[in-house]
């Protein structure tokens, strides 16, 4: 299957800081990229969907201010979280996808973010 | 919205077979997925059905049912490793959207 990469796969940062996660498609063209939050113990809850070179679209009760995300390119798409708090403290997880209807998406490594 | 519905927690023995359920309900139903998911790390893809019937793929099946909103993910020849939360993923529309089932948790045992 197709290679997506995502970095870092954790990040410790301190409340109030901001990080920046990247999502990158290394052999396909991502016309679409998926940005997925994931408690313990919980599924992963899909917070917005981003196009290349187009505002991103938040799910319900994902605060867009918060969660700033980037698709510049097909091929990278980044999620920044800004002011960050302990219950920020989540695996993120980003797929890609090539825009063939019928395919799957494919899945980065995912970023374990804890905020102190 | 979509209604995705599967068991929170399964178990079985080392070499035995077992069934998956997720039962669905959506609109603009595109196809299914299931993922396998280990402890802390990304879901790993496993199978992703269209149209109905089932797929085998080595010790993993996949079945739908579109008509009933039902799939099941059968695993045959249960091994340790297996121990995992298994996912149901159910994608509208064509951009390759998936909503995801609370999962499964499945344990092996000895």
């Known amino acids: 299957g197709a290679v997506v990469s995502q970095h870092p796969s954790w990040v410790i940062c301190k409340s109030g800081t901001s990080v920046k996660i990247e999502c990158r498609s290394l052999d396909f063209q991502a016309t679409t990229m998926f940005w997925y939050r994931q408690f313990p113990k919980q599924s992963l809850m899909l917070m917005a969907t981003?196009?290349?070179?187009?505002?991103?679209?938040?799910e319900q009760g994902v605060e867009k201010d918060k969660f700033l995300i980037n698709h510049a390119s097909l091929t990278l798409s980044t999620l920044t979280v800004t002011s960050a708090h302990p219950e920020d403290s989540s695996f993120y997880i980003c797929s890609a996808y090539q825009g063939a209807s019928g395919t799957e998406a494919f899945f980065g490594q995912g970023t374990r973010l804890t905020v102190v | 919205g979509q209604n995705i519905d599967q068991p929170t927690e399964m178990t079985a023995t080392e070499g035995a077979i077992v069934q998956i359920n997720c039962t669905y309900q959506t609109s603009g139903f595109n196809g299914l997925f299931w993922y396998q998911q280990h402890a802390g790390e990304a879901p790993t893809f496993l199978s992703y059905n269209v149209l109905d019937g089932l797929e085998e793929k080595g010790r993993f099946s996949s079945f739908l049912s579109r008509s009933k909103g039902y799939s099941y993910l059968l695993l045959k020849e249960l091994q340790m490793k297996d121990s995992a939360s298994y996912l149901c993923?159910?994608?509208?529309?064509?951009?390759?959207?998936?909503?995801f089932g609370d999962g499964t948790t499945l344990t092996v045992k000895p």
């Open positions: 993923a159910v994608t509208s529309g064509n951009a390759g959207k998936s909503t």
């Open positions: 981003s196009n290349e070179g187009s505002k991103a679209t938040y």
